[in-house]
């Protein structure tokens, strides 16, 4: 089922800023026990957290963890992340060593955060922009958490 991702404010009821991100899913079913897992394991405020407060656009300690522990290649960060310059860092850990809470650009927040779902099961597949395609947020997957909220500014 193709289905637009927003990332930020898609509902409107703050700065009203946010990107959709066109995808390709088996189900919503499969995303929200994706999420589910992802909050059994590492707490039922971890989508809260992912960038998705008031222009904090940056991971707690706890979302980071879970990128680690899910195996998240550091290429991620390295190519996708267009705030800092990661050159040369070689593994998460030692990106989080020169600085432990980074400000993230939202086009590494998109990717780690579907690479960090596909991990648990959401078979996510981001595909080129298109048209009438729906969005996949809490009113038409009631339930479903966005994240991105934090990466944007007024």
């Known amino acids: 089922m193709k289905a637009y991702l927003p990332f930020g404010d898609w509902s409107d009821d703050g700065h009203g800023l946010y990107v959709n991100v066109l995808v390709d899913i088996h189900s919503m079913n499969d995303l929200l026990e994706a999420e589910k897992d992802i909050k059994v394991k590492y707490g039922d405020r971890f989508f809260e957290e992912f960038a998705n407060q008031r222009e904090q656009s940056w991971l707690t300690d706890t979302c980071w ?39 993230l650009s939202l086009n590494f927040i998109i990717q780690a955060f579907i690479w960090l779902l596909n991990q648990y099961g959401a078979n996510i ?11 996949i947020n809490n009113w038409t997957c009631p339930g479903f958490e966005t994240v991105g909220y934090g990466c944007f500014y007024d």
């Open 125 to 135: 597949m981001i595909l080129p922009e298109d048209q009438n395609i729906p969005q």
């Open 65 to 103: 963890q879970a990128l680690i522990d899910a195996h998240m290649p550091v290429s991620i960060l390295v190519n996708y992340d267009d705030v800092n310059d990661w050159s040369g860092v070689e593994s998460i850990e030692q990106a989080l060593e020169l600085d432990d809470c980074p400000t």
